[in-house]
Nanobody, 116 residues
């Protein structure tokens, strides 16, 4: 059974940092393109960052320069390092894994709240 389990969310003040982790199991992790999405209440789920099986990364403009997506295939884990957090980053963050459109898996989400 494929599982993606996010962790690392929490409540932080503006300017602080968090690192999210997504641990995958039951899948050939290294073959999957991984991504982080986020969704605020009443909003659509938006792509934050992606990393391909080959290590190529893409970021949405609002996080470029502040967030870094990475993966450790030996640990079957994808990370999202979030620096200089802003209140606008507040959302539920979801881990996603895709394999050439044949498979599409989601984690349960982890809450990130940035507030003074």
């Amino acid at each position: 059974q494929v599982q993606l389990v996010e962790s690392g969310g929490g409540l932080v003040q503006p300017g602080e940092s968090l690192r999210l982790s997504c641990a995958a199991s039951g899948m050939s992790f290294s073959l999957y393109a991984m991504a982080w999405y986020r969704q605020a209440p009443g909003k659509q789920r938006d792509l934050v960052a992606t990393i391909t099986s080959g290590g190529s990364t893409v970021y949405t403009g609002s996080v470029k320069g502040r967030f870094t997506i990475s993966r450790d295939n030996n640990k079957n884990t994808v990370y999202l390092q979030m620096n200089s957090l802003k209140p606008e980053d507040t959302a539920t963050y979801y881990c996603n894994g895709r394999y050439f459109g044949k498979n599409n898996y989601w984690g349960q989400g982890t809450q990130v709240t940035v507030s003074s």
